[in-house]
């Protein structure tokens, strides 16, 4: 919560300087108004996060399945498509970088340190999204959800350790309901079977592969946070997309060479025109996909920087039970009460985290009317004794 902590840098600054003004004007001092205003565009921000992580993610797995249903077999094609989007991130990085102040381009760490973080991020990036690309196609989906649901866990744990995530006893309910639906509905899906064309004997490799894809991502947040916190030591828009820019562009040279190192380069061709729903549909699908990863991955990184690794995994996790919604309406999957009632765990999970946040700024609105009454009691009583 940064914006939190420059309220309370605000209220200590105004406190000190209300002494002084008080021999120059007598009109009292308001510090209310600018961090209210803050957190109104704090919270304005975390929700265009959550639209983009939640619609980019839906769309992304779709389009996803989509690949894969309709003859799209390449496994490092399936993997660069979700780092490939960062040229869409240009326009923002330059026009955020120029509004950048002065004061922030000379505090930032060496770039050679900066650099050496991002790649190291890019890296584990293209090595976690391959896993994931190597488990949907050895599990049902339902499965590979399922296990993906275990990232929340992870995250829980590697927010604590690294992090110093605090739980109260509302996060950790919104933790527990929210693995539990994403469980849910693998559970559900897994006993109806699958369609999709799932190699046999690869369920254990495919299992391994999905959890530990679930753990390194869970590190990849975290590891972001602390940069963030301790490297950066600012989360403005221009750091989040910067980082998410050359993070992404290293995973996406990364997996670029395993294109070309594993051969897979050469059967592309017969892959598009072989492609079921014809080449500009192949096309399309992979554009739509990049683009669609790009702002989930730009969604998760704003609510990293805003709020918490925590937090983003859960808002990532809110969005597992919405694909049999998507199914539904894209793919005429069966709807029953079973996932239904998965999304309302979901959605209870969801409105107990946002509560915890609630409650800290009601806390927060507290400590600034208290500062403020002091700070106009201080004034008229220094004036009084004039």
């Not at 209300?18 to 007598?26: F, N, P, Y």
Request: aromatic fraction near 10%.
């Amino acid at each position: 919560m940064g914006d939190a902590g420059e309220i309370r840098l605000q209220i200590a600054d105004d406190a000190g300087t209300g002494g002084e003004e008080a021999d120059i004007d007598t009109t009292p001092a308001t510090a209310a108004p600018p961090p209210i205003s803050k957190r109104l565009q704090w919270w304005a921000l975390v929700l265009v996060n959550i639209v983009f992580v939640l619609a980019g993610q839906s769309v992304a797995t779709l389009l996803g399945r989509i690949y894969y249903d309709q003859g799209g077999g390449s496994l490092w094609m399936a993997t660069l498509v979700q780092s490939c989007g960062t040229p869409i991130a240009i326009p923002l990085l330059l026009y955020f970088g120029r509004r950048r102040p002065k004061s922030t381009r000379v505090a930032r760490p060496p770039l050679l340190k900066i650099a050496a973080i991002y790649a190291g991020l890019g890296i584990l990036l293209a090595g976690d999204n391959l896993m994931y690309s190597y488990a949907l196609l050895y599990l049902p989906l339902s499965t590979y959800s399922l296990i993906c649901a275990t990232q929340l866990s992870f995250n829980a744990v590697f927010s604590y350790f690294i992090n110093k995530e605090k739980f109260t006893a509302l996060i950790l309910n919104s933790v527990v309901l929210l693995t539990f639906s994403a469980a849910l509905v693998g559970v559900n899906n897994g006993s109806d079977g699958t369609n999709s064309s799932v190699p046999a004997g690869k369920f254990m490799a495919g299992f391994a592969l999905a959890l530990s894809a679930s753990a390194v991502f869970s590190l990849i947040l975290s590891l972001n946070q602390l940069t963030f916190d301790k490297v950066l030591k600012s989360d403005t828009f221009y750091d989040v997309m910067e980082m998410q820019f050359w993070s992404n562009t290293a995973a996406a040279l990364v997996s670029v060479a395993g294109l070309f190192i594993s051969g897979e380069w050469s059967t592309l061709g017969g892959e598009m025109h072989g492609y079921k729903k014809g080449a500009v549909s192949y096309g399309m699908t992979l554009a739509w996909t990049a683009i669609s990863w790009q702002l989930t991955t730009m969604g998760m990184m704003g609510l990293v920087a805003a709020v918490s690794s925590l937090f983003s995994n859960v808002i990532s996790t809110v969005g597992m039970p919405l694909a049999p919604v998507i199914a539904v309406i894209f793919l005429k999957d069966k709807m029953d009460g079973v996932k239904v009632l998965a999304m309302l765990i979901g959605l209870w999970g969801f409105a107990s985290y946002i509560y915890q946040h609630f409650l800290d700024d009601a806390k927060i609105k507290k400590i600034l009317a208290e500062s403020s009454a002091d700070d106009d009691e201080h004034q008229t009583v220094k004036l009084a004794t004039e």
